[in-house]
C-alpha cells in the first residue's frame, strides 16, 4: 500500500564468528591435581636422598673404631708375677692391679664374715650382680694345671670407688690398698673396710687363656 510504513524483516545471517571447538590438552596444561601429585613425590623423595645423606654419617660415628676395638680385650703376659708382687696395666684408659696373693693374704681376706662388710656384693663383673662379696667370688680361678694355691690371683680395676683415685698396694689398715686421697681402706680382697668409698673395688670382665696369659675383657 501506498505510503506504508511497514517494518522490513530483519534478516539473521551467519555469524563470522568463529564456532569453538575442543582442543587437546598439551602437557603444560596439564590439571593441576596431576602437577601437584607430581611436585609431591618428587620433593618427597628429594627429602629421603638429603635425610640418608645426613644420617649415615652420624651411624657410622657410632660404630667403634679399629683403636677403640683393639682396646676392648687385651692380654697380659703374667709369668713374672709371682705370690706377694703386683702389676698395674693400663685398659681402657684406667689402671688395673694384677696381684698373685700370698697364702696369708688369702686366708686373712677369707676369714672376714660378709655381714661386716661396707658393701656386701662382689662387684665382679664375671659373676651375677647380686653375689655376695666373699673372697671365692672375687678371685680370679686359677689357670688349668696350676699348682698355686686357689684364690692367688686378684684382677681388679685400680680406682677408688669414692672419687677416682689410685689406691696404693699393700698399704692401709688391712693389709690391701690405701687411697691416699680421702682415705679409704680396702682389704686384701680389694673390698672396702673404712672411709668413704662405698664400693669394693670392681672387678673386670677377665680369664686366663691359657697358663701364663690373662685376658682382659
Not at 678371685?139 to 684364690?151: K, Q, R, V
Not at 681402706?185 to 673395688?201: E, F, Q, V, W
Request: with cysteine.
Amino acid at each position: 500500500m501506498d505510503g506504508c510504513a511497514c517494518a522490513r524483516p530483519t534478516r539473521y545471517g551467519r555469524s563470522s564468528a568463529p564456532i569453538p571447538r575442543e582442543v587437546p590438552l598439551s602437557h603444560t596444561e596439564a590439571p593441576q591435581g596431576t602437577r601437584r601429585d607430581f611436585i609431591y613425590y618428587a620433593t618427597a623423595g628429594a627429602g629421603a636422598v638429603v635425610t640418608g645423606a645426613a644420617v649415615w654419617p652420624l651411624v657410622n660415628q657410632m660404630n667403634p673404631s679399629a683403636d677403640v676395638m683393639a682396646l676392648a680385650s687385651i692380654r697380659v703376659d703374667v709369668a713374672e708375677v709371682t705370690p706377694g708382687t703386683q702389676i698395674t696395666v693400663l685398659w681402657q684408659g684406667k689402671p688395673v692391679f694384677i696381684r698373685a696373693r700370698t697364702e696369708e693374704e688369702i686366708a686373712a681376706a677369707r676369714e672376714v664374715p660378709v655381714e661386716e662388710l661396707v658393701d656386701a656384693t662382689a662387684n665382679n663383673a664375671n659373676l651375677l650382680d647380686d653375689v655376695p662379696a666373699t673372697d671365692e667370688n672375687r678371685a680370679l680361678p686359677n689357670p688349668e694345671g696350676s699348682e698355686l694355691p686357689e684364690g692367688t690371683w686378684l684382677v681388679q680395676m685400680g680406682v677408688c670407688t669414692h672419687l677416682g683415685c689410685v689406691p696404693l698396694g699393700e698399704s692401709g689398715d688391712f693389709g690391701g690398698w690405701f687411697c691416699p686421697c680421702h682415705g679409704s681402706h680396702y682389704d686384701t680382697s680389694g673390698r672396702i673396710r673404712r672411709g668413704p668409698a662405698p664400693r669394693n673395688l670392681p672387678v673386670p670382665v677377665a680369664a686366663f687363656v691359657d697358663a701364663t696369659t690373662i685376658q682382659l675383657g
